[in-house]
Nanobody, 114 residues
Framework: VQLVESGGGLVQPGGSLRLSCLASGFTFSSYAMSWYRQAPGKERELVAEISGAGRSTNNADSVKGRFTISRDNAKNTVYLQMNSLKPDDTAVYYC????????WGQGTQVTVSS
C-alpha cells in the first residue's frame, strides 16, 4: 500500500490549493479515504473523509464551507480542494486509509501566510 500526497505549498490568506493523494496497492474504490492535518505542536486532526463510492462525505467544522473532498476512482486519487485559506490552516496534510491496518502518506506541507 502506498499513498503519495502532492499539491501543497505557500499561499496567501484567502487563496486556494488543491491537494491530491495517489493510492496504490489496494482496491481503491472499496475503501473510504480521509485527509488529516497536523500543525506544529498540535495533534493530528481529521479534516475530511469520503466513502468508497464518493457518495458520502464528512468535513470537520473548522473547514466546512471552505474545503471539499472528492475522489476519482478511475485514477485511484482523492482530492482536497481548499478555498478561503486561513493562517490557521497551516499544517502538514496527510491522506489515510484503513484496511486491516491504517496507512498514511508522507504528508504535504501547506503554509498560509502573507
Amino acid at each position: 500500500v502506498q499513498l503519495v500526497e502532492s499539491g501543497g505549498g505557500l499561499v496567501q490568506p484567502g487563496g486556494s490549493l488543491r491537494l491530491s493523494c495517489l493510492a496504490s496497492g489496494f482496491t481503491f474504490s472499496s475503501y473510504a479515504m480521509s485527509w488529516y492535518r497536523q500543525a506544529p505542536g498540535k495533534e493530528r486532526e481529521l479534516v475530511a473523509e469520503i466513502s468508497g463510492a464518493g457518495r458520502s462525505t464528512n468535513n470537520a467544522d473548522s473547514v466546512k464551507g471552505r474545503f471539499t473532498i472528492s475522489r476519482d476512482n478511475a485514477k485511484n486519487t482523492v482530492y482536497l480542494q481548499m478555498n478561503s485559506l486561513k493562517p490557521d490552516d497551516t499544517a502538514v496534510y496527510y491522506c489515510k486509509v484503513r484496511l486491516s491496518q491504517v496507512y498514511w502518506g508522507q504528508g504535504t506541507q501547506v503554509t498560509v501566510s502573507s
